[in-house]
């Protein structure tokens, strides 16, 4: 929803060779594309920033807040990553190839944010920021923080209960009929722009799916259409027989 309308106001500014890529960022991470990140969300977002290079090497001069996990050693880490597997995972190294190999690694552990930082070193110096030296931590520590989009865990499951807000399931119909929370309505993420307007506008919604992001695909679809009260649950979301379910951070 929002590539076309900013195709559309570039055409009308007079561009002429103008072209949407419709699946966006969510096509690009189905296809396992690698994402990258700025300077500016490693220095301030709540990632888990993973320096991949040797500890010899990477004690002289690497980005505050990282971790050491030379890249031969990372699938000894798998325990010490955040249970949460929407959690932001940012791989540096002077090697692409570790960084490539390393995303692929983490997929394969159904962690959904994860991304590279290219030339690391170079672009935080080119902000004016000054590296660290020294020792590197060597244990992840990790908080998830609940952005202004989003609903706690808590509060979702309080929602479910006394029925105060719409609750929208993002995933397939397939998911959805094994297994639902009370009172949800399906909305298939995939698709969704079809029927984003059968939303109410009289009562919060709250979206959630299996691990949050197709909860946020939707969200995204929903907020260019002018959707306001909605929130997303970016949790682990899972089913089981007889109603019953497992939330994980």
Not at 40 to 59: C, H, I, M, P, Q
């Amino acid at each position: 929803m929002l590539s076309p309308k900013a195709a559309g106001l570039a055409a009308k500014n007079g561009y002429r060779n103008v072209k949407v890529n419709r699946e966006g960022e969510p096509g690009w991470k189905k296809e396992e594309y690698p994402r990258e990140v700025s300077a500016e969300f490693v220095k301030d977002g709540n990632v888990v920033l993973v320096d991949l290079r040797s500890a010899d090497t990477a004690a002289r001069g690497f980005l505050p807040r990282a971790v050491n996990i030379p890249f031969d050693k990372l699938k000894e880490y798998e325990a010490q990553l955040p249970e949460y597997r929407g959690a932001a995972l940012v791989f540096y190294s002077d090697r692409d190839d570790d960084v490539l190999a390393a995303l692929e690694l983490v997929r394969d552990w159904e962690y959904t944010n994860a991304t590279r930082f290219p030339n690391a070193l170079e672009a935080w110096k080119a902000k004016g920021w000054e590296l660290a030296t020294g020792v590197l931590a060597t244990t992840i520590s990790y908080v998830k923080k609940v952005g202004p989009n989003e609903v706690g865990t808590g509060d979702f499951l309080k929602a479910v209960e006394d029925g105060s807000v719409l609750v929208v399931d993002a995933r397939a119909p397939e998911e959805y009929e094994k297994g639902h929370f009370k009172g949800a309505v399906s909305l298939p993420a995939e698709g969704a722009a079809k029927r984003v307007a059968e939303l109410p506008t009289e009562k919060p919604v709250y979206v959630h799916c299996s691990t949050g992001s197709r909860a946020e695909m939707l969200f995204d679809i929903a907020a260019g259409s002018g959707y306001k009260d909605l929130k997303i649950l970016k949790a682990n979301v899972s089913f089981a027989g007889h109603g019953s379910y497992k939330i994980t951070d």
